[in-house]
Nanobody
Framework: QVQLVESGGGLVQAGGSLRLSCAASGRTFSSYRMGWFRQAPGKEREFVAAISWSGISTYYADSVKGRFTISRDNAKNTVYLQMNSLKPEDTAVYYC?????????????????WGQGTQVTVSS
């Protein structure tokens, strides 16, 4: 089992950058594939990015491709989401999640472990 805690959210102007972090407990963090999801007010939760246990394989939603970068540091039990060129439509609560699947997944129901979320607000 793994416990996840996100941090790094905040208020930023459009065009700015933020880096989210997700710290994981447990000694088997490197076994988990990690994902970032987000949920805006009144909308369903949506996939943002995923990364393999090694960090070699990544997968992005079309809406963030070229602007966001997911990475991980297994020595620090942490996964990151670097967000550049932020837009007001990126405003949401961002969640990290973990699973033990064999490939990166954009489907939230395939992630059994979730953090509590961190708010990102992008002003126009």
């Amino acid at each position: 089992q793994v416990q996840l805690v996100e941090s790094g959210g905040g208020l930023v102007q459009a065009g700015g950058s933020l880096r989210l972090s997700c710290a994981a407990s447990g000694r088997t963090f490197s076994s988990y594939r990690m994902g970032w999801f987000r949920q805006a007010p009144g909308k369903e939760r949506e996939f943002v990015a995923a990364i393999s246990w090694s960090g070699i394989s990544t997968y992005y939603a079309d809406s963030v491709k070229g602007r966001f970068t997911i990475s991980r540091d297994n020595a620090k039990n942490t996964v990151y989401l670097q967000m550049n060129s932020l837009k007001p439509e990126d405003t949401a609560v961002y969640y990290c999640a973990a699973n033990l699947l064999a490939s990166n997944s954009p489907r939230d129901h395939e992630y059994p472990y979730w953090g509590q979320g961190t708010q990102v607000t992008v002003s126009s």
